[in-house]
């Protein structure tokens, strides 16, 4: 695909400069890696268009400093060019580190402004742009030389700066309904720790405490004691309940077909689990769609309530158990039914308040690491051992009184989460580039449009 503008096009080659990473004896090996250095940047890094730098490696400074070229500068764009070719992110202020052999580096001459640029690579005519040139077979390859001449829409440089000032300003508000969002999930994540893992409000009675935060009718639904199960202790009243006990129907998810077929014949969106933190976050819809039987997808379509958990796929570094919690409003986000894909599989759990507490509990022991210990890996895939987990992880089920006061705030801080929003706010962002370079809609007439 190429891009529709008024303006002029030019090779990506003429307005930047391409500075892929040190491949040489130089690259980093296991001992050039620490716990405290400087980021050596992979694709699995990019998100967002930034470089998460919660879980990058990092390479010591001599290491660093051995390297020839690969390293980043302010206003710099990193472009994926194996893998996930077309994954990208800017770089801003105050960012240090060096790429891996995955990546490019994009830097803008005096002819393009950087932002400018990052938006036209990460527009939807520059992502099919990229993924036309692929030259992979197993795994997506793009060669730099073919991607510096891929024409791209030139305007004059106080307009390349007006179109990225304009879409900035979309991406700082969807950064900060993003930040809303992760605020109440933290908090639906603190009230789970404190009644379901640490039973806080049953240890304040105890000391003769009334429960923090709580309001005396609430505080009057906790038992003041524990007893002593044969799976430990456990709140007076409250049961240990193996995983699988509390769901009603557990089933594999489903791949079908890309085009239709004679039995794959309904149109579905498969929630893959690389889809499962975007879809979770608001972050660009790539969830595929593909075709199904009827068959198939009676026992796999989702609906409000279910959870969507990941089985395969896993790496050495990341482990399976990711998990989706699936809600009316994120199923209105497609046009179509909704399945998970054949990496991943389907908990229907008995209701709906079950379901929030099985929701909450499944994001907790993720984020603990606790999905670690039911992972098999026999090859370089790690998958989840479904039926190990379903009979061995334990879930603290108290009373119904409890449970529905607690479903009932929570799932009222899962609807308050603003995904619809950054959704729209993301697809009109990106339906303004190509309406601007290609002069349907003027700068003056955005603030109407928006």
């Given at each position: 695909m190429s891009f529709e503008s008024e303006f002029e096009l030019v090779p990506l080659g003429q307005v930047a400069s391409f500075i892929?990473?040190?491949?040489?004896?130089?690259?980093?090996?296991?001992?050039?890696?620490?716990?405290?250095?400087?980021?050596?940047?992979?694709?699995?890094?990019?998100?967002?268009?930034?470089?998460?730098?919660?879980?990058v490696k990092r390479i010591s400074t001599a290491a660093y400093e051995r390297l020839r070229n690969g390293k980043i500068q302010d206003r710099d764009v990193l472009f994926c060019l194996r893998g996930s070719i077309g994954k990208l992110a800017y770089v801003h202020p105050n960012e240090a580190g060096a790429i891996a052999s995955s990546l490019v580096i994009v830097r803008a001459n005096a002819k393009i402004d950087s932002r400018y640029l990052y938006f036209i690579l990460r527009s939807q005519a520059g992502q099919q742009a990229a993924a036309s040139l692929n030259n992979g077979s197993a795994q997506p390859n793009l060669s730099v030389s073919e991607l510096q001449k891929v024409a791209v829409p030139l305007p004059p440089m106080p307009i390349q700066r007006q179109i990225a000032a304009t879409l900035d300003s979309f991406d700082d508000r969807i950064t900060l309904l993003r930040e809303t969002n992760a605020t109440l999930e933290a908090i639906a994540q603190a009230l789970f720790k404190s009644w379901f893992v640490d039973f806080d409000p049953v240890r304040?009675?105890?000391?003769?405490?009334?429960?923090?935060?709580?309001?005396?009718?609430?505080?009057?639904?906790?038992?003041?004691?524990?007893?002593?199960?044969?799976?430990?202790?456990?709140?007076?009243?409250?049961?240990?309940?193996?995983?699988?006990?509390?769901?009603?129907?557990?089933?594999?998810g489903d791949w079908g077909s890309e085009q239709p077929e004679e039995k794959n014949t309904v149109r579905v969106a498969i929630i893959r689990g690389t889809d499962i933190p975007d879809l979770?976050?608001?972050?660009?819809?790539?969830?595929?769609?593909?075709?199904t039987s009827e068959k198939k997808l009676s026992t796999r379509q989702l609906q409000d309530g279910d959870i969507v958990i990941e089985v395969s796929g896993g790496s050495k570094d990341q482990p399976t158990g990711r998990a989706l919690y699936v809600t009316d409003d994120l199923l209105k986000r497609f046009d179509c039914p909704v399945e998970p894909a054949s990496f991943c599989r389907l908990f229907r759990p008995v209701d709906q308040a079950t379901g929030?507490?099985?929701?909450?509990?499944?994001?907790?022991?993720?984020?603990?690491?606790?999905?670690?210990?039911?992972?098999?890996?026999?090859?370089?895939?790690?998958?989840?051992?479904?039926?190990?987990?379903?009979?061995?992880?334990?879930?603290?089920?108290?009373?119904?009184?409890?449970?529905?006061?607690f479903s009932g705030t929570v799932r009222a801080l899962v609807d308050r989460t603003v995904i619809s929003q950054i959704d729209e706010l993301s697809h009109i962002r990106d339906t303004l580039l190509p309406r601007l370079i290609s002069g349907q809609l003027q700068l003056p007439e955005v603030a109407d449009a928006h």
């Open positions: 892929n990473g040190d491949r040489s004896t130089n690259y980093p090996k296991g001992e050039d890696y620490v716990d405290n250095g400087i980021p050596f940047i992979s694709a699995a890094d990019l998100s967002d268009g930034c470089v998460q730098q919660s879980g304040a009675k105890i000391e003769g405490r009334t429960p923090e935060g709580m309001d005396e009718a609430t505080a009057a639904l906790f038992p003041d004691g524990f007893e002593t199960s044969e799976l430990g202790e456990v709140p007076r009243g409250w049961v240990f309940k193996p995983f699988g006990a509390l769901l009603a129907h557990s089933i594999g979770q976050n608001g972050r660009d819809n790539r969830v595929p769609i593909r075709y929030v507490l099985l929701g909450q509990h499944l994001r907790f022991i993720y984020d603990q690491g606790k999905t670690w210990e039911y992972q098999n890996q026999s090859t370089g895939i790690a998958n989840f051992q479904t039926m190990h987990f379903l009979e061995k992880e334990l879930v603290a089920v108290p009373p119904d009184s409890v449970l529905n006061v």
